[in-house]
């Protein structure tokens, strides 16, 4: 079973950084993708970043040169590195994991997701 724990979440002001931690277990971490979601109250989940189990990297267009996504093989451990934060990029955001080595730009392409973790940019 796999499971994944989201960390790193909290309170920021604009142009401030969080990086945020997610911990995996259950299954040989390196050999999949992983990716980052968010979603902001009435709005639908959407793609942030994702990384190849190769260590190939995507962003949103909204996030690119802000957002950092990254894996520790040997700590079963994916992160995302936020600086200069925006109030728009407030939103809960979700760790998740596919059955394959790429990384999908679509919630479809995941099948397993942690529970998530507030973000909260204040202007």
């Known amino acids: 079973q796999v499971q994944l724990v989201e960390s790193g979440g909290g309170l920021v002001q604009a142009g401030g950084s969080l990086r945020l931690s997610c911990a995996a277990s259950g299954r040989t971490f390196s050999s999949y993708a992983m990716g980052w979601f968010r979603q902001a109250p009435g709005k639908e989940r959407e793609f942030v970043a994702g990384?190849?189990?190769?260590?190939?990297?995507a962003y949103a267009d909204s996030v690119k040169g802000r957002f950092a996504i990254s894996r520790d093989n040997a700590k079963n451990t994916l992160y995302l590195q936020m600086n200069s934060l925006k109030p728009e990029d407030t939103a809960v955001y979700y760790c998740?994991?596919?059955?394959?080595?790429?990384?999908?730009?679509?919630?479809?392409?995941?099948?397993?997701w942690g529970q998530g973790t507030q973000v909260t940019v204040s202007s």
């Open positions: 998740a994991a596919a059955n394959t080595y790429y990384a999908s730009r679509y919630s479809s392409g995941y099948a397993y």
């Open positions: 990384i190849w189990s190769g260590g190939t990297t």
